[in-house]
């Protein structure tokens, strides 16, 4: 305990410097308003701006980098209850409700509740990183694909809980989206897959892409379709941070959610991506209400932005204590690293303790940092929900447009993306939600990567996915997830047949 | 017994979707459960896709279509066929304009181009406005992207060369 | 329709004052790109010079162009500005730099993978790397090392090859995906041992890393800068080297000479090309600030840090690295089309 004291002494004195404050806040700017934007995210960014830290030394670059990885966070939930567009994978879920929230005049609660509860997750896993950091690194590793393949099944049964409507329907927008990740070049043979004989899918589609298109065009349409259902209409400003009753409501599902994410920020391959969904799902199931979910609960926007905020630090234990990226946005920072002479690996936190306690302190100043930044702009946001539509949807579609041009630099990225804004708008009029296909597309990924991974370890058995425990464990959560789903679903059945 | 035209439609619509991608994925190697190819999980993928499709196209011939409120959501029926167009063809001409300008002509170009096509597909757009809005929007854009964030876009390479 | 004419009207009054303010930023604009317009006639470089480099940002050959660019930028008095274009193993960037214009203001980090390998695994591969591109100079090469888990059941390299002949179909071998490194290196090693052995395919070196530390794998090959940390910290074990001397960075690995199998000897360089059609002037300042950066102490040293070897003196000319390509071409493409695995 005195030595974790000690540590976290060593890193805010390293942290605290002027140099490195100030680069702390100017990363947190930056990476709220790449957050903000469409399209751009925190990777191609930080690979911009890699050259800007060439001249100071390895850890203010390092806490520069970061604060724009963790604004990037909380910027992407301001677009999400805002114009319901998700500036971030992470903040697909935060639509659900938050978007709804500012329909009803709470925007500002919303925006309110995602600041707090993203800066209580972060501190409680800062101290989790700095407390349990190499412990669960060594976790990490107990994760191999047939445990990563059960969890992603589970991560998939969510997504039943997730939709309002008709569980069919919820089910065939997972499997489009399960299938849209097919898509692109097979990991084990190279082959191109379902890509039309285009180049351009040759990689997959994007993420941003397929979100922009999805949540971004298909909302515009909509909202150019429909009146009444332009966000302007029904706004008034109301309260602009959330009351007490509104955040003791929201107290519990940010702590379960801290717990989720800190947990599945740690998984290699992104797992984290999950979390927020998984704290979606677990507190529509919990709540004494769910039918108030899809409409504007707090809890749907309080638990899952501090399951992504969790995630977001935990990630960088893998990183800081065994060298391995548990995601593009570290594989950057493993560069970073490098090019100032760091090579990240087991030794850093021994050999360079100033570098390590330094990040993890500079995580909460950049967490405190966020607070102080965006809770003073949630009026300028609502504000800015009155610019008339007329003006307001060119300015999302260019700068959808230019966001979706800069990830790859390719031309055809834009195209496909107005390709799936009509794809989304047909959805919805056909009464599909897009919130399980883009589950599905997420996960879809991993489940087949991990799938074959773990069928050519076992020479095409399927027993180990049973036999290991923590597959096993997985797998009956997941079956026990699909059941107690399944189950009202088939009373309710019953009830109107036995009506009738 | 009523039937419901939108859910028979959207079960066409899986079915279809399922069909091509069976199609474009047929000449993959499905491999076998054990030995999984590449063409297996394409495949197991569309099927139940499609099997999702039949189910609720089947589903919708003994439902009641609810009624006319939510029967379509968003289309505002006193308005015709060209209102329903309008918006998509626009804002898809707008994204298609930008994408196939931005690389010869530039951020300068393609973004205004974008914007006022966009426009079009209000019907509350005025005209003057728009073209300020549009010349204004991209020069904040320039500013925002270019200068201040450095991205690798082009803005004018007939121009300045990059 | 009838709104708008109602408040047009009083929009319309404030558009001369508009009008004006516009006109006059009209014409400071201009000015402004009139000064652009006349300084493009100046010698090369006159502008930044984008280097696309053909894998995400962080990786291996990213790092390489990044400590070698900032030394370049600082000769050529321009900015070299990295663009990561990702995608089937390099390729996609590659092509993208061999469709540009070759006046020297794109030029390319290609690398074993890209200019080598590339002939073999993609059979539909749009650029050809002996003819397509003007080579500008070799820039680091990274030696390939063979690591296993860390409790994996040999003494040394010797040992390791004899288990890997007895026991080929219980072992599992990682690698990054068809076209990294990790995938053609360790091909190479397969079929001069004659095994055949199970092949995990992951999406990049980070995971594979992963399952090779959590012990869910055997073996794999790949770049030193990637492993050189977790082989210090006793997370995995190293057999091997494959170069002709012991790295500094890591002095207690053997090389695979010493080890009994001198033939296996790789190391993925990287190189800078530029398109064909590049004046051969424009190319020759080009390699002189690439020799300039490799020459300089603090590049030097951040390059050997990472494990990297630099070219020597004759090494490091354009003519150098066109036989290069050549040599490499012939050596991996009947190796790769052996094991049938194709991408594109």
Known sequence: MSDLIHNLQLGFATSLSLLNIVLCLGGCLIGTLIGVLPGIGPIATIAMLLPITFNVDPTSALIMLAGIYYGAQYGGSTTAILVNIPGEATAVVTVLDGHPMARQGRAGIALGIAAIGSFIAGTISTLVVAALGVPLSELALWFGPPEYFSLMVLGLTLAIVLVQGSLLKAGSMVLLGLLLSTVGADLETGQDRLTFGLDELSDGIDFAVLAMGLFGFAEVLRNLQSFEAQPQVHTTIGRLLPSREDFKRALRPILRGTGLGSILGILPGNGAVLAPFASYALEKRIADDSSRFGRGAIEGVA????????GAQTAFIPLLTLGIPPNAVMALMVGAMTIHGIIPGPQVINNRPDLFWGMVTSMWIGNLALLAINLPLVGLWVRLLRVPYRLMFPAILIFCCIGIYSINNRPGDVLLMAGFGIVGHSLFRLGFEPAPLLLGFVLGRLLEEKLRQALVLSRGSFLPFVTRPVSCGLLIVAVAVLIIALLPAVRKKRAEVSLS | MSRDPRELTAGACLLGIAAIALWQGSDLDPGTLRQMGPGMLPRVLAVLVGLCGVAIGLRSLWQVAPQAAGAAPGADPARGTWSALRAPVFLVLAATVFGLCVRPLGLVIASPLAIVISTLASPETKRLESLWFALGMTAFCVVLFWTLLGLPIPVAPWLIGY | MKNSARTSRTSRLSVPNRWRKLQAVALGAAACLWGTVVSAADPYPARPITEIVPFSAGGPTDVIARITGEHM???LGQQIVIENVAGAGGTTGITR???AKGDGYTIMMGH??????APALYPRLKYNPEKDFEPIGLAVGTPILIVAKKDFPAKDFREFVAYLKANQAKVNEAHAGVGSVSFTTCTLFDSQLGIKPARVAYRGTGPALNDLMGGQVDY???????????????????YAIATEKRSPALPDVPTTAEGGMPEFQVSAWNALFAPKGTPKDVVAKLNDALVKALDDATTRQRLLDLGGILPDGPGRTP??????????????????KATGAVGD
Not at chain 3, 319 to 336: F, M, N, Q, S, Y
């Open chain 3, 112 to 117: 074993m993978g890209t200019h080598a390998a």
């Open chain 1, 303 to 310: 638990g899952p932005e501090a399951a992504n905020n969790a």
């Open chain 3, 97 to 99: 730099g061999a469709q």
């Open chain 3, 319 to 336: 003519a150098a690295l066109g036989d290069l390509v050549k040599k490499e071409v012939a050596r991996w493409t009947p190796i790769l």
């Open chain 3, 73 to 75: 930028s600082k000769v």
């Open chain 3, 220 to 238: 794999m090959c790949d770049q030193i800068v990637n492993l050189a940390e977790q082989i210090k910290g006793g997370k995995i074990k190293a």
